[in-house]
């Protein structure tokens, strides 16, 4: 049985492999997810490694159609990417900018994150090349231990602040939660109180800066974290994160697909791939599949991962390869070369979705979706409708 790839593709055929990015679906969760905000509470899309390998653009452009106002990223060039495609949506760069891309940053209308006075210096010499504030975010570190002014830095850094205000606009004033997706939220509150007893002394000297401190797990359990602006990244694409499911109705936007390059008969005792980890104990018809780990097919579904191949259910036998896998197709339908196979999304009426094909294997959804490489073309579709 050969399955077509859905309607309003807007690009033309891609070759033996590609992702669908059902650009309506991530419009239409973004709009849910600004309803759940609520009014006055801004929606950041986070777009940060390739859009959570949804590719930036098409996430940038569905996100800001279903009402998002800002875009999220983690380095300076994913910022200029946004803007040579002529997204004009304020961006903020949530991780370092290094002192050298300061200017191009700022020249980009890009708001960049400080965490230290040298990142305030850094940014206040930019703003004196280019003639022109720099708009700033004040990362707090509240119990995350990663970036962010520790607490008792917090004076040294303020002084850095009011000293520089001349050149730089303070736009924000936020955090980044720890665990807010686990069992317990507790650590979660104790970082949000944290960041509450830290602000309200600085309010007054930077009292138009946004407050923000959501990700998708905080916005959805726990809503006085909202504040000004809720940065939402893994939710928009459809995946609520652990103990957060049905607080918003969300659809999976991402499909991979790619082609069937070969079917053979094996007979038993034969083997398939290197190190033959996998050897037929009974007669098995196999697929070879145009698909391995460099396009982001982790190594560690090999033997245990499965696809959609023939209107079935298939395994993957024998380990994936660079640019190749293969499958069992013995109780799919009638397979041949050509025919499409589904790594990830929907077929019919089977499902593979980032999640579970991550338990599999021992990981997240956010590593099974970032994974999937810039070698793999994404082709938005249903985007009419966008």
Not at 80 to 105: F, Q
Not at 129 to 142: L, N
Not at 225 to 235: Q, S
Not at 279 to 285: I, N, S, V, W, Y
């Amino acid at each position: 049985m050969t399955s077509s790839p859905p309607h309003d593709v807007t690009s033309a055929p891609v070759g033996t492999k590609w992702a669908e990015v059902d650009v309506a679906a991530v419009r239409d969760n973004a709009a849910a997810l600004r309803r759940w905000a609520g009014e006055g509470c801004a929606l950041m899309a986070m777009v940060k490694a390739n859009g959570y390998g949804h590719g930036a653009v098409h996430a940038a452009r569905a996100a800001l159609a279903g009402g998002a106002t800002w875009l999220g990223v983690s380095s300076i060039p994913e910022a200029v990417a946004l803007r040579s495609a002529g997204l004009a949506a304020r961006i903020l760069n949530v991780g370092w900018t290094m002192p050298s891309e300061m200017a191009a940053a700022a020249a980009a209308g890009v708001d960049v994150a400080v965490f230290s006075p040298a990142d305030v210096a850094a940014a206040r010499r930019a703003a004196r090349d280019i003639a022109a504030p720099v708009r700033v975010h004040w990362k707090i570190d509240t119990g995350m231990g990663r970036l962010g002014t520790r607490i008792e830095d917090i004076a040294a850094m303020r002084d850095a602040l009011l000293t520089a205000r001349a050149d730089l606009k303070v736009a924000g004033l936020f955090t980044h939660f720890a665990s807010a997706d686990g069992a317990s939220a507790d650590f979660a509150a104790t970082q949000h109180q944290r960041f509450l007893d830290v602000v309200a002394p600085l309010r007054d000297d930077f009292s138009d800066a946004l407050l923000h401190t959501a990700n998708s797990a905080a916005a959805l359990r726990m809503r006085a974290t909202h504040h000004d602006m809720v940065r939402l990244g893994i939710v928009l694409y459809g995946y609520p994160p652990d103990h957060c499911a049905g607080v918003v109705d969300v659809r999976t936007a991402l499909s991979v697909r790619a082609a069937v390059t070969m079917v053979k008969e094996l007979q038993p005792g034969d083997s398939v791939g290197y190190g033959r980890e996998w050897t037929a104990e009974g007669r098995t018809l196999v697929a070879t599949v145009a698909a391995g780990y460099a396009d982001g097919i982790d190594r560690r579904n090999g033997n245990r991962g499965v696809v959609i191949a023939g209107g079935a259910i298939c395994p993957i036998i024998g380990r994936v390869s660079m640019d190749q896998l293969t499958i069992d197709i013995s109780d799919a339908g009638p397979t041949r070369a050509g025919d499409m196979v589904t790594l990830l999304g929907a077929d019919g009426v089977h499902v593979i979705d980032a999640a579970a094909a991550g338990r599999r294997i021992g990981t997240i959804c956010y590593e099974v979706l970032c994974a999937v490489s810039a070698r793999v073309p994404r082709i938005a579709v249903n985007a009419s409708e966008v």
